[in-house]
């Protein structure tokens, strides 16, 4: 079974902080992604990468930054945390194969900033 | 407009109906569409996916699409109280120069007793 695994499963910050999200992957997927979720608004792509040193922004980049320095790593970073940022945030992983694509979910981080 | 719209719910149908779930979007050149459920306090797990105009079943599961209506949905036979949870439609679709899987915001499906 594929496992998409996250550092935290509850983390609780304070503004101005910087926070690091982790996320690994053991599948061997080229694909990683984070999402954050939010009531009423579903999962919005934050940043994605689709290889090693490659990243993208999504469609609510501003704020965070990432890394992927190794294929089954892939890292999301607040720069300086703010009360919006307060959300549950899921990283997944995929392959994709024509058109057929399957996310895998970790079991998410929700994050406090207070 | 948003790219893909869901309504929110809550969807309320007795054990045994049939549930349905509907989707609409926006960029008619998508080719690939998923319906992904999510329990409570969980992550979200694909149930189906489907890519060509008309009817996918699986199980008690038929996925329906559209394209030249730009409507996807999802049709529960026989629901059970398992089958309460989020159910979220995603998109792939291309933006930005890239190929990308946006999600609808979800419809919270309630099947009781």
């Known amino acids: 079974d594929v496992k998409v695994t996250q550092s935290s499963r509850y983390l609780v910050k304070r503004t101005g902080e910087k926070v690091f999200l982790e996320c690994v992957q053991d599948?061997?997927?080229?694909?990683m992604f984070w999402y954050r979720q939010d009531p009423g608004l579903g999962l919005r792509l934050i940043y994605f990468?689709?290889?090693?040193?490659?990243?993208e922004k999504g469609d609510i980049p501003e704020g965070y930054s990432v890394s992927r320095e190794k294929k089954e790593r892939f890292s999301l970073i607040l720069e300086s945390a703010s009360t919006n940022q307060t959300s549950m945030y899921l990283c997944?992983?995929?392959?994709?194969?024509?058109?057929?694509?399957?996310?895998?979910f970790g079991s998410g981080t929700q994050l406090s900033v207070l | 407009q948003k790219e893909v719209e869901q309504n929110s719910g809550p969807l309320s149908v007795p054990e045994g109906a049939i549930a349905s779930l509907n989707c609409t979007y926006s960029?008619?050149?998508?080719?690939?569409f998923f319906w992904y459920r999510q329990y409570s306090g969980k992550s979200p797990e694909l149930i189906m996916s489907?890519?060509?105009?008309g009817d996918k079943e699986d199980g008690r599961f038929t996925a329906q699409l559209n394209k030249a209506s730009q409507y996807v949905s999802l049709l529960i036979r026989d629901s059970q109280p398992s089958d309460s949870a989020t159910y979220l439609c995603?998109?792939?679709?291309?933006?930005?120069?890239?190929?990308?899987?946006?999600f609808g915001a979800g419809t919270r499906l309630a099947v009781h007793p």
């Open positions: 997944a992983s995929s392959f994709l194969q024509g058109t057929n694509e399957k996310l895998f």
């Open positions: 599948m061997d997927h080229e694909n």
């Open positions: 990468s689709y290889d090693v040193k490659m990243k």
């Open positions: 960029d008619r050149v998508s080719q690939s």
């Open positions: 489907i890519y060509s105009n």
């Open positions: 995603a998109v792939r679709l291309f933006s930005g120069g890239y190929n990308k899987l946006i």
